[in-house]
């Protein structure tokens, strides 16, 4: 149980580092890019 518990949590955390890091990148490649959320 403390097992999966522990799993979960690593899975959850690397999940939400992931998402940050697709995020930023993607930020990253907007201002390169065609801009379409920068013009509001």
Same mark, same amino acid.
């Given at each position: &149980?403390? #097992?999966f518990?522990? *799993?979960?949590f690593v899975? *959850? @955390? #690397? *999940?939400v @580092? &992931? &998402?940050?890091l697709l995020? @930023?990148s *993607? &930020?990253d490649?907007?201002?390169?890019?065609n801009?379409v959320?920068?013009?509001?």
């Amino acid at each position: &149980m403390l #097992a999966f518990f522990i *799993g979960t949590f690593v899975g *959850g @955390v #690397a *999940g939400v @580092v &992931m &998402m940050c890091l697709l995020q @930023v990148s *993607g &930020m990253d490649s907007r201002k390169e890019g065609n801009d379409v959320f920068g013009n509001q």
